[in-house]
Each structure stands twice: as C-alpha cells, then as structure tokens.
C-alpha cells in the first residue's frame, strides 16, 4: 500500500494498523513536511520493518509523479503483487475475509480493481476517535461540485506504472479492468473543522506552487480553497455538518445509514489481548476482560516510565473507573498492544491517548509478574515490556483514563513506596526500583 501524508496525526496510526489487519503486507509512504507528529509515527514503522519512508521536504505537491515512483518501488524492491494507492483517510472494506483474501479471488487476466468509495458524513465534534463519532455513511457520495466520487483503483505490481492524479486510474500493462463489489472505500475528509481547512488550505497552496499541473488537477481543493479565500469555508463545513434530526430524515429517505463496520472492527481489536508463553512468543488471543479472569492469563503488555530533564519521574493516578487497580498511582502510562500491533507503537500510541503527547522511547527489560486485585476480582499475569523517555512539557491526561498526574523525585518515591505500597499498582512498585537504578547510571 502506498500513502502520501501531510499532517494527519489523527488518523495515520489507525490507518496503518487497520490495514495491516486486513493483509496489507507492507508500506510505501511519501511524507511531504509534516510536523504534527506523522513523520515520526511513519519512522517508527520503518524501523520496525514494515514500512519505507520517502522525505519530500518541498512546499509543492506532486501527488501523480509521487504515487507513480511509489507503486513503481512497491513491486520493484518489495515484490508487491497488488499495489494499493491510498489516502490516509480512506479505509478498503473487504465484505468478507481480508484485502488479501478478496484480491486473490480476482481472476489473473485482471490487473485492475476498480473500488467505490463512500463518504462518512462530518458530525459535531466531541470526544473520542474520529472512527467512535462518525457512524452515518452517505449512501452516494458526490464532490463539492455536485458530482459522483470517481472509484479508487488497486493494480497488480507493475515497474512502469503510471498512477493517475488522484489514483482514480493507471498506465501500465494490466490486461484486463474489474469493478470489484467484493471490497468498498470508507472515506473520512471532515473529521473536526481545524482537521479540514488545515488540509484544504496547506494542499491547495501546495499545489498551486507546482507550476507543471493543469489547472483542472485538484479542482475540489481550489474550489473549497477559494472558499476559504473568501471567509467562507466555515460556512461551508457548517452546511455539511449533520445534526441528529438530519441523521433521522437522512436515514428514513435512504441517502444516509449508520455504519458500525469500521468502528466495530477497531473496538473489537482494541478490547482483545496477545496471549505470549513464558518466553513472549505469541500463542493466540483473548478478550481484554477474560484473560485478567479466573487467576488471569499470561499476556503481552507495556509500562512507560517518563523523566523529565530534571530527572524526576512521572505519575499517573489511574481513573477511579479504570476496570482493575483504579485510583491508585502508577507509572505515566501501560496497556497492551493490539493484535498485530508492535509493543512499541502500542506504547508511542497510549502515550498520546492518556497523556496527550509522545516522545522518543527506549526498551529497558521485560519480567513477568502476578497481582489480584481485590476491589474488582480480577488478576494480573502480564509479560511487561518496561520503556522509558523524557519529556519536559506539560501533560494533557485524558480524564476518562487519568485522575491526577505528578512529577516525584525518584528518592522520595523510593521512600513512599516502602511506607506505602498500597497506593500503588503492583506493576509499578516491582518496575519503578529496576527504572530508577538505570535511570541513575544513565
């Protein structure tokens, strides 16, 4: 899969780790001068191997030659038998099974899928995940100009290709054209006002820097940036923006449904855990909820430690309504990876959803522990992964995962928690002396 991405920290992650779940080998990503974060979330995926990174430190946009060199090096250097030219924002639905699973059907005289793609309709904002608020999908979705959205296309890996603008079409030696009803696009453009003009006003300068594309390429970014020329694109996202008595009228005339396929996906993968034996190898999965059952059930999980310059650590004191362990104070955040997710992306990615910003991450040791907790009858027997990172700014904690936040000096902590275990989880008080020890020799 290809991606091109400027600034879309909101939902990067969530793409890549949704379409590695649905077969998505590996990632070919051009990143043009991002600086909300997405570059560093797309160079920790390389580092872990699945995907390959391309800087365009430019302040023009080529989306056609850039898919082209991308697709190019998919089938080239990684052997990519389909390419999937997308946008960050767009999430390939297969009806059944995975995207691998529905490409290998496709008969071998095809080399390109055409796919249909509907918009999620822009809603008030709120909190959660964008995936969380927006459920009402357009039946038929159409451009600012009243017309049909074009299909996306998949093609099979070709080293002379060339993808069209937009990746509605390519040029290559593909034989035959199928339009697939075995996989659609879920399409995400208005997640919250800042989320769209920043995109509209950033891609739509960007592209009038490139002096060598038609004026007709990218006509639904000059025509909303020329709204927001004149004052007029919040009165253009607030004319798009669903209110509930729309949602009934929409549903009732058939142009809209609530769709939960995409949410429903996501929640079921963030509630379940990875079963690991006792030397971390992966022996299956279980719901989030049984496996800390009934003496609980070896599992992958994570604690972050966090120092500021000073070298004092950061605390957490968990939300009273946390299903285990709540209101007692701990490390600045843990958690267990997803299925198919990296340990490490898995605490980049709770670093940001508890306490609201992200930073450079080291692996120190792993251990395997066993606690009870007696409040809600559950149990802990975790293979935690222990990383620790420094930070100097202010936490923004999330209030439905964090009660209190706290900077402590790592010799006072010592001393509390020596006079007062019960005010911490059991994790935490086994974690924090290794933490500490290294943290002084560091």
């Not at 872990?48 to 850039?66: C, K, N, S, T, Y």
């Not at 390109?112 to 995936?131: E, K, L, Q, S």
């Not at 007029?232 to 669903?242: D, T, W």
């Not at 508890?354 to 991450?361: K, M, P, Q, R, S």
């Amino acid at each position: 899969m290809t991606l091109l991405v400027h600034n879309e920290i909101d939902v990067l992650e969530t793409s890549l780790e949704y379409h590695r779940a649905q077969g998505v080998d590996f990632f070919v990503a051009t990143d043009r001068k991002s600086d909300d974060g997405s570059r560093e979330v797309l160079e920790r995926w390389q580092e872990q191997g699945r995907l390959r990174l391309i800087r365009e430190d430019v302040d023009h946009f080529a989306q056609g030659p850039w898919v082209t060199r991308m697709a190019r090096l998919a089938h080239a250097d990684h052997g990519a038998d389909w390419v999937i030219n997308n946008d960050v924002d767009e999430f390939w639905w297969p009806r059944e099974g995975t995207l691998a699973t529905a490409l290998a059907d496709v008969p071998a005289q095809v080399g390109v899928v055409t796919v249909g793609r509907t918009n999620f309709a822009a809603r008030p904002d709120g909190d959660g995940p964008f995936y969380e608020r927006l459920l009402v999908r357009e039946v038929q979705s159409t451009n600012p100009a009243g017309r049909p959205l074009p299909p996306k296309v998949i093609h099979r890996g070709d080293p002379a290709v060339e993808v069209h603008w937009g990746n509605h079409g390519v040029v290559g030696d593909a034989a035959e054209t199928l339009a697939s009803d075995a996989i659609e696009i879920f399409h995400y453009p208005m997640r919250s006002y800042p989320q769209f003009e920043r995109k509209i006003v950033s891609g739509a300068r960007a592209l009038e820097r490139n002096r060598e594309v038609a004026w007709e390429v990218g006509h639904t970014w000059r025509r909303l940036y020329a709204l927001f020329e004149r004052g007029e694109l919040p009165a253009y996202y607030q004319s798009r923006l669903l209110t509930d008595a729309e949602v009934e009228r929409g549903v009732a005339a058939g142009t809209h449904v609530v769709d939960r396929r995409l949410a429903d996906f996501l929640a079921a993968r963030a509630d379940q855990v990875i079963l690991v034996d006792e030397s971390d190898r992966e022996i299956g999965h279980a719901d989030k909820l049984d496996a800390h059952r009934d003496g609980g059930r070896l599992h992958r999980a994570f604690s972050v430690f966090i120092f500021d310059g000073a070298g004092r650590m950061l605390l957490q004191r968990r939300a009273a309504a946390k299903y285990h362990f709540g209101g007692l104070w701990t490390n600045a955040c843990c958690s267990h990876p997803r299925r198919g997710e990296e340990t490490g992306a898995a605490a980049h990615r709770r670093l940001r959803e508890e306490l609201g910003f992200d930073t450079e991450l080291r692996e120190l040791f792993s251990f395997v522990y066993t606690a009870s907790d007696a409040r809600s009858g559950l149990s802990e027997r975790e293979f935690d992964h222990v990383f620790a990172g420094r930070f100097d700014g202010e936490p923004r904690p999330a209030p439905d995962e964090v009660e209190a936040v706290r900077w402590v000096d790592p010799d006072e902590l010592a001393r509390d928690l020596a006079l007062h275990p019960e005010r911490y989880t059991p994790w935490f008080a086994e974690a924090a002396p290794r933490v500490a020890a290294w943290m002084r020799e560091a």
